[in-house]
C-alpha cells in the first residue's frame, strides 16, 4: 500500500505539470494570434538628407507640422539620431542649410519662398534639404 502523503505528492505534480503544459500552449496560441509587433521608425524618412547635411555641423529644422504633437516630437528626436553628428536647431532657422517637411507640396514651396531658400535634394516622402542664399 501506498502511504498517503506520496499519492499526495504524485496527484500535486500531475496537476503541477498539467497546468505548466496548458500555460504554454495558450502563451504559443496567443502569440501566435497576435503576430509580430511592428515598430515605426520615423528617422527613416530622413536618411538620404544624411548624404547631403553629413558635413554640416548645424541644420535648421522647419516643419508646418503641430511641433506640440508627440508624434511630431518623436519624429525631431528620430530625425536628429538618424542625422547624427548633424545637429537639427528647431528653433533657429538662420542657417545656411535646412531641413524642411511640411504637409503639402504648396505648404513646402511657401516655405522656400519665406525662408529665401533652394532646394538641394527632396525625397519621395516631401523632406527637403535646402539650401539658404545669402547666409553663410
Given at each position: 500500500m501506498v502511504p498517503k502523503n506520496r499519492t499526495t505528492l504524485i496527484l500535486?505534480?500531475?496537476?503541477?505539470?498539467?497546468?505548466?503544459?496548458?500555460?504554454i500552449r495558450f502563451l504559443l496560441i496567443t502569440n501566435t494570434k497576435q503576430g509580430p509587433h511592428r515598430t515605426v521608425f520615423f528617422g527613416n524618412r530622413f536618411l538620404d538628407a544624411k548624404r547631403f547635411l553629413n558635413e554640416i555641423p548645424v541644420a535648421g529644422y522647419y516643419t508646418d507640422h503641430n511641433p506640440s504633437s508627440l508624434a511630431q516630437q518623436a519624429q525631431l528626436v528620430q530625425a536628429r539620431l538618424t542625422l547624427a553628428p548633424t545637429v537639427l536647431d528647431d528653433q533657429g532657422l538662420?542657417?545656411?542649410f535646412l531641413l524642411i517637411?511640411?504637409?503639402?507640396?504648396?505648404?513646402?514651396l511657401e516655405a522656400l519662398k519665406k525662408l529665401n531658400a533652394q532646394v538641394i535634394h527632396m525625397n519621395?516622402?516631401?523632406?527637403?534639404?535646402?539650401?539658404?542664399?545669402?547666409v553663410l
Open positions: 500535486a505534480s500531475l496537476l503541477l505539470s498539467l497546468n505548466i503544459a496548458l500555460s538662420d542657417h545656411h517637411d511640411c504637409s503639402t507640396p504648396p505648404q513646402a519621395s516622402q516631401g523632406v527637403i534639404v535646402a539650401e539658404r542664399r545669402g
